[in-house]
C-alpha cells in the first residue's frame, strides 16, 4: 500500500466584496415614487360592471317585447334584433373603455415630472410636485363603488389637459 500523503489545493484569495449600495440618484434627484390607484381602479370595474348588466337587461327587455306581440315576432324580425344585439355589445364594450380610461393604474411622482400611467398603458407627462396644478372636478364619497372617497382631478400643464379619477390624497406629499 501506499502511504498517504497530504495535498495542498491552491486557491485563488478571496478578497472580501465591498457592500452594494444603489447608486446616487443623477443631480441628487430622487427617484420617481410610484402610487397605485386602487380604489378608482375598483370603483372603475364595478361601475363597468352594472353598466353592463344594464345594457344588457334593456336588450333581454327589447327582445321579450319583440317576441311577445300579437303576431307571434313579427313586431322585430331577426334582422333588427342581431342589430339590437350588435348595437348593445358596441354601447357596453366603449361604456367600459370610457370608464376604465377614466381611472389610471398610477401615478409617478417626483420633483422633476410627473407621470399619470393610463389604463391601457399610455404615460401623460405633467409637472414635477412643486410646479403642478390640479382643480378638483368632483368628489365621491366611498359607497358601494369605492370603498374610499375619490376625486375627479383636472391635471393643468404640460403639453395637455386632463381629467383622471384617483383616489382621494394620492397626490399629497407623506413624509418618511
Known amino acids: 500500500m501506499h502511504a ?11 478578497t472580501p466584496a465591498a457592500p ?11 427617484a420617481p415614487e410610484r402610487r ?3 380604489a378608482a381602479t375598483r370603483r372603475a370595474i364595478r361601475l363597468s360592471a352594472l353598466y353592463s348588466v344594464g345594457i344588457a337587461a334593456v336588450y333581454a327587455l327589447l327582445v321579450g317585447i319583440a317576441r311577445s306581440g300579437p303576431t307571434g315576432g313579427s313586431a322585430g324580425g331577426s334582422e333588427d334584433l342581431l342589430a339590437a344585439g350588435l348595437l348593445a355589445v358596441v354601447l357596453g364594450v366603449v361604456g367600459v373603455v370610457v370608464s376604465l380610461g377614466a381611472a389610471p393604474r398610477a401615478v409617478e411622482l417626483s420633483d422633476r415630472k410627473t407621470i ?11 409637472p414635477g410636485r412643486d410646479q403642478l396644478r390640479t382643480v378638483v372636478v368632483q368628489r365621491f364619497p366611498a359607497g358601494l363603488l369605492s370603498p374610499i372617497p375619490l376625486e375627479s382631478l383636472e391635471f393643468l400643464g404640460g403639453s395637455s389637459r386632463r381629467t ?13
Open 20 to 30: 452594494t449600495q444603489p447608486p446616487p440618484p443623477p443631480s441628487g434627484r430622487g
Open 164 to 176: 383622471f379619477l384617483l383616489d382621494e390624497g394620492l397626490l399629497q406629499r407623506r413624509d418618511p
Open 4 to 14: 498517504a500523503r497530504s495535498v495542498r489545493i491552491v486557491r485563488a484569495r478571496a
Open 116 to 126: 399619470v400611467v393610463g389604463r391601457f398603458g399610455r404615460r401623460y407627462a405633467f
Open 36 to 38: 397605485a390607484n386602487r
